[in-house]
């Protein structure tokens, strides 16, 4: 099946980053996003993600223009009615998100695929509430998606071979990387990424030693780009609590309990980067 029509639901973090990738490679994009400051802001990330690579002369202005020029931005799922393709960046709540699929089933045409960007939640379980679970697929992109060469492809259940392999070529012809893992809990990588984020969390709360020290051990002796602690202010605190409570209810092991310093962090809104405050300080910019 060929892909040409996509609608990105969600335009935060991920949304924008996803919808940029789509347009540069010439798709034509609904961004949809029921807040319309989020809209905005969405929009506001992909002009300077795009300007930054016109900077570094990975792309040309018009290619920047032509991007931007095929991103449709607006606040109503109707949007998404033309869609060969709909992929849902939204909150990380499973609750929230079957909502937004069993009303994607009623408005998207029927060859249309569904696919969730979902860190950790079952794609079999949100298939399940469309009438189409067989075209119901995971397509977890990295963050920042315009630069992570990543695709955790999930199949659910149900997923048809025919969905799993358009999505396969769909990633590829990103420039993607697609790697395909089964259906659990957090799949592969955020059952092996958050517990490490948990146990730096943990050291801080223990006071084993200062969030700048304890990232400087990662990236220094581990050679991560980012240290633990800024990757999950990049990430957001609240994406990070919200996987690790599907891990721990998912597979049901304490190793995965989140840390209560997370739990307390995102209580008081410090969500990372884009509230401006984490375990570091940011600018008003997220
Ligand atoms: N859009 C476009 N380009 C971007 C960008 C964006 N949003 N962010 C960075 N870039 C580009 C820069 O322009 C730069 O390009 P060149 O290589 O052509 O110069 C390149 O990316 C590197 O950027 P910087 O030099 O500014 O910064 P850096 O060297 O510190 O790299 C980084 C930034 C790529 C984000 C790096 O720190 C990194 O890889 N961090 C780890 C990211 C990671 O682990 N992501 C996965 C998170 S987990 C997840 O996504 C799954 C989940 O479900 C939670
Ligand atoms: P975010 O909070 O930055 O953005 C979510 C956006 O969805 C917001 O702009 C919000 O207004 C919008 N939204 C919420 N409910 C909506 C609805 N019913 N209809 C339309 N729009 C709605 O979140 P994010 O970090 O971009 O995460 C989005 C998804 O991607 C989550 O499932 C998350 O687990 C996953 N993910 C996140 C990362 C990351 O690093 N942040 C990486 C990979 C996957």
Redesign the pocket.
């Known amino acids: 099946m060929t892909i040409r029509d996509v609608a990105v639901?969600?335009?935060?973090?991920?949304?924008n980053g996803i919808a940029h990738v789509f347009a540069l490679r010439g798709h034509p994009v609904s961004l949809?996003?029921?807040?319309p400051a989020?809209l905005r802001k969405?929009m506001d990330a992909i002009a300077r993600n795009l300007e930054r690579q016109v900077g570094k002369q990975a792309i040309s202005a018009e290619d920047r223009d032509a991007a931007l020029a095929r991103i449709d931005a607006q606040e109503g799922?109707d949007s998404a009615h033309a869609a060969d393709l709909v992929v849902e960046?939204?909150?990380?709540d499973e609750e929230?998100k079957t909502?937004?699929f069993r009303t994607l089933d009623s408005i998207v045409q029927p060859h249309g695929i569904l696919a969730s960007?979902?860190?950790?939640i079952s794609i079999t379980r949100l298939g399940a509430v469309t009438s189409r679970p067989d075209q119901t697929i995971g397509m977890?992109?990295?963050?920042p998606v315009p630069v992570m060469t990543l695709v955790e492809v999930i199949r659910g259940y149900e997923t048809s071979a025919e969905t799993h392999s358009t999505i396969v070529a769909l990633a590829e012809s990103l420039g993607k990387t697609p790697v395909t893992v089964r259906d659990y809990p957090g799949f592969v990588s955020n059952r092996v990424l958050m517990p490490m984020i948990n146990e730096a969390i943990f050291c801080v709360m223990e006071g084993v030693a200062e969030p700048e020290a304890i990232d400087t051990v990662m990236k220094l002796g581990m050679s991560h780009p980012m240290g633990p602690l800024t990757l999950a202010d990049?990430?957001?605190l609240d994406?990070c609590l919200?996987?690790l409570e599907v891990l721990q209810a998912g597979l049901g092991d304490p190793k995965y309990r989140p840390c209560p310093l997370l739990r307390q962090m995102v209580a008081a809104g410090r969500l990372g980067r884009?509230t401006g405050a984490g375990f570091f300080e940011y600018g008003e910019r997220a």
């Open positions: 639901i969600g335009a935060g973090t991920m949304g949809i996003d029921s807040d989020a969405g799922l960046a939204i909150v990380e929230v909502d937004v960007n979902t860190s950790s977890h992109f990295m963050n990049f990430i957001g994406v919200a996987i884009k």
